[in-house]
């Protein structure tokens, strides 16, 4: 009851900060909205109006190739720019509205900052504990940095592929979580979407069953201790990871206990964190409360481990 009364005073204490502070901050830019919004609607068929003009004239008049040739390159890069040019006023306005109202956002929760991770720690954490698929490449998005009751916390939105150019392919996107916790781990576990073939993420662990019906349905978990993994994977876990899953909307989610972090990637499509929506006003409350519950079930997961299961490593 105690902690039900907590995330409900933490709730309220978000709801009221975001009329007296965040609503304020935001109205300032709606003008600049409804600037944008006409600019993403007006641009696309004048630049494929502009592009089907240059295209009738080549083809109307003999021109040699030295002209036909930049004019032709010229006409697809206005057809492509016409596809996504909406993408990057709605972005470039989003960046600009996020730097002024995360810090406000962060401040409704214990100690959050709005912050570009670590890229160096996420090259080497990611690949080591088997969170991710095998990957070439990645990109780490502006995520949240900052802890809970003396967990540490990252909450990273980030995409990952293997090959380049047209042989690209993204292997994860979403959003990744770091938790870290007081002492080390002995097993480094790693638990996946369940799969055909059950091939173990990392070379050294081996796959163990668990007498959950939640994991062995739904799951794959590969450990190298399996006394420790029955202790760290219990059915209260599984509910608070699906609780997890459920808050983001996630398509997929993986899980590792790796050293003193718990790492938690939730595989999703969509732009996370997402505000500033064209279409609606910029005060439009449910693309703050979103990210409130998204930032919250991970707030409850950290306690799930700082109160509920104080872990005998």
Not at 74 to 79: D, G, R, T
Not at 130 to 147: A, D, L, M, T, W
Not at 281 to 290: E, L
Request: glycine share 4%; charged share 25%; net charge positive.
């Amino acid at each position: 009851m105690i902690e039900n009364n907590f995330y409900t005073e933490m709730r309220n204490a978000f709801y009221t900060n975001y009329q007296q502070n965040i609503v304020p901050a935001v109205r300032a830019f709606e003008k600049e909205r409804k600037n944008k919004l006409l600019l993403a609607i007006i641009l696309p068929p004048l630049l494929i109006a502009i592009a089907i003009l240059l295209a009738s004239l080549c083809a109307k008049f003999e021109l040699n190739e030295f002209i036909k040739m930049p004019v032709a390159v010229l006409c697809y890069v206005l057809f492509i720019l016409s596809l996504c040019i909406s993408l990057i006023i709605k972005k470039n306005f989003e960046i600009k509205v996020k730097n002024n109202i995360m810090p406000i956002v962060c401040s409704c929760f214990e100690d959050l900052k709005w912050s570009v991770p670590d890229s160096d720690k996420c090259n080497k954490i990611f690949p080591e504990s088997g969170i991710i698929p095998r990957f070439s490449g990645s990109f780490y998005y502006e995520g949240f940095v900052g802890s809970h009751k003396g967990k540490n916390m990252e909450i990273v939105e980030s995409e990952f592929w293997v090959g380049s150019g047209k042989s690209r392919r993204t292997v994860f996107k979403g959003v990744v979580i770091m938790l870290d916790v007081n002492k080390e781990f002995r097993s480094h576990t790693v638990i996946t979407p369940a799969s055909l073939f059950k091939n173990s993420p990392v070379h050294n662990l081996k796959r163990t069953v668990l007498d959950i019906a939640e994991a062995e349905k739904n799951f794959d978990v590969f450990t190298n201790n399996e006394a420790e993994t029955r202790c760290l994977i219990t059915p209260i876990f599984m509910q608070k990871l699906m609780v997890l899953k459920t808050a983001f909307k996630s398509r997929g989610v993986r899980c590792a206990f790796y050293g003193n972090t718990i790492l938690i990637a939730l595989h999703t499509s969509k732009d996370l964190f997402s505000l500033c929506s064209l279409i609606r006003p910029i005060d439009d409350g449910k693309q703050y409360f979103k990210m409130y519950e998204e930032i919250s079930s991970i707030v409850e997961f950290i306690d799930y481990f700082t109160l509920d299961q104080e872990i005998d490593l």
